[in-house]
C-alpha cells in the first residue's frame, strides 16, 4: 500500500475510535428565556398519548402565562384555575417542538424544577414526528405521577434491542427491545439510579442538568444534580466547546451492538411537553397513591397542579 494511503487509513481510523469513546463538541443553539419562542413552534395537535389536556397555541399560552420568559428563565406549565367539564376540552397545557432538527449532536437542559402531582406526566424527548416509531424516539426526561427516579428509553421500528450486559452506566436496564409495536410500547428503558432525578425530589434539590449524546456508534443520557460536585464544568457554565469524554459513566447508554442507528433514527426535533392522565399516567394512576380516578382529579382539583410546570434555565445544543 502507498504510504500515503496508509496515512490516510490511518487518520480514519483514529477519528472513527474518538467519535466512539466521545468527542468534543461546539455551541451551536444556546436558548434562554425569550429565545425558547424563537427556537420552538407550539403544537396545538390532539394529545397522541390521549392526555387529558387541551394544547394551546403561542399567543393562548402568552396570554394566560401558561408560558412566561424573562433573562435566564423560561416557563412552561399547564392550567391551574378552571374547573373542568366531564364533557369538555381537556386542561389546557403546552407542547413546543424545536424548530431545527439534529442527528449526531449533544442537547444539555439545565432545569431548575420540572412538573409535579398526581396525573402528570412531563417529558422531554426528542423524535421525527412523520414517521414515528420507524422515525426512532429518545425519551430524556420522563415519568408520571410524581414517581421517582427518572426513565430514559428509546423507541423504534422492529429490528433494534440493547445487550443485556456490557453497557456502561450507572442505570438499571429494563425492556431490551426497543420495538415500540410490542410490548405495549415500552420500549428499551433504562431506569437512572438517582432518586432525585425526577419529581418533587428533583425539585427540592434544585434541579439538576440532563444531556444526551447521539452518534451512530451510542446514544447516552446523563443526569447531575444541582449541587452535585460531579457536574462537569463545561456543562455548570454553558461553555462554547464541551467534550463528553470528561463526563464520566452516563446514567444511560445504548450501543449499537444490535441496533444501527443511523437506520433506526432519523433527524430529530426536541419535544417538550406536559400531558395529564393518559396512557401511561392513566393506566399507573390508582397505583401512585393518588387519589379519585385520574380523569376526575384533574376536572375537579385546578390547586392540584399549582406545581406543574418546567423551569429551564437554558437548553444549549452542541454539533
Sequence with gaps: MPRYLCILAYIACFFSVTRVLGATYSLSDNVLGNGFYDAFKWETIDDPTHGRVKYVDQGTSRSQNLTYASGDTFILRTDFKTY??????GRQSVRIMSKRTYTTHVAVF????????CGTWPAIWETAEGNWPYSGEVDIVEGVNDQAPNAASLHTGPGCSMPPAGRDQTGTNGQLDCNALVNGNTGCGVTLSERNSYGPSFNNNGGGWYALERNNNFIKVWFWPRNSGSVPSDVRNGAQRINTDGWGTPAAHFPNTQCNIAQHFDAHSII???TLCGDWAGNVYEQSGCPSSCVDYVNNNPSGFRDAYFDFA???VYQ
Design 110 to 117: 439545565d432545569v431548575r424544577h420540572m412538573p409535579q402531582g
Design 84 to 89: 373542568l367539564n366531564n364533557g369538555g376540552p
Design 314 to 316: 437554558a437548553m444549549r
Design 272 to 274: 417538550i411537553n406536559l
